[in-house]
């Protein structure tokens, strides 16, 4: 079953508010070192008090977008319409999910732990119980989301789908594998660098082609 053009639409739009919500999510923890960092926890667990505006928005922008994330995920798959489209999109949306839940730990952190804290650092250990839970949600989002590109890759090839679009997603999805280390290895975390503008351009290249099905050839070609 394929997606009617209100469905793509509704998928693109959530992929476009998806992409936003990621930039500006690492956008506003530009001040804030350690942030998604497993060995610099105790740095972000510092830092994160200090800056509550920027952690709160960027806590909420994340968790917009990875839910939008996970919309255009299963938009995506109906209007591919094959069991490896369908495997690739669930994939990445229950990963969005997942890690939409763990980017509110932050928001938590400043709201509710840190006003409670006296100076001496007392609840040093449950801001690292609630960003260590971040990073390891967030380690398990570029697993299910390099699994599920790979998938939707493969799936675009075999659907006689436009090649660039198909090479760009298994690109990313490769590049987002080695991230989920992140939640032992900051060097995983810094692999984003290239990780995650590879998945960012094909959300957004996708959810081009979801919101003009007709000219954009995100429809399969007719057979020869």
């Not at 509710?112 to 690292?128: F, L, M, N, S």
């Not at 999805?173 to 290239?194: F, I, K, T």
């Amino acid at each position: 079953m394929t997606a009617s053009p209100r469905a793509d639409r509704l998928a693109a739009s959530c992929g476009l508010v998806g992409v936003l919500g990621n930039v500006l999510g690492v956008a506003l923890l530009v001040d804030v070192p350690g942030a998604y960092r497993a060995g610099a926890l105790d740095a972000w667990a510092e830092a994160a008090p200090v800056h509550p505006v920027a952690s709160a928005a960027s806590a909420v922008a994340f968790t917009i977008g990875l839910v939008a994330l996970a919309g255009w995920a299963v938009g995506l798959a109906q209007r591919v319409a094959t069991p490896a489209a369908w495997a690739g999109g669930l994939a990445i949306a229950a990963g969005a999910l997942l890690n939409a839940a763990g980017a509110l730990t932050p928001l938590v952190l400043v709201l509710h732990v840190a006003p409670g804290c006296a100076q001496d650092g007392a609840c040093a250990a449950v801001g690292r119980a609630l960003l260590g839970s971040s990073v390891a949600l967030d380690a398990l989002f570029n697993l299910l989301l390099g699994v599920g590109l790979l998938a939707l890759g493969v799936a675009l090839r075999q659907a006689a789908f436009p090649r660039r679009l198909a090479w760009l997603a298994i690109a990313a999805g490769a590049a987002s594998l080695p991230v989920c280390l992140q939640v032992v290895s900051d060097a995983a975390a810094r692999w984003l660098v290239v990780a995650g503008p590879l998945w960012l351009l094909f959300v957004s290249a996708s959810s081009v082609g979801l919101w003009r099905p007709a000219q954009v050839s995100l429809q399969a070609e007719a057979p020869a």
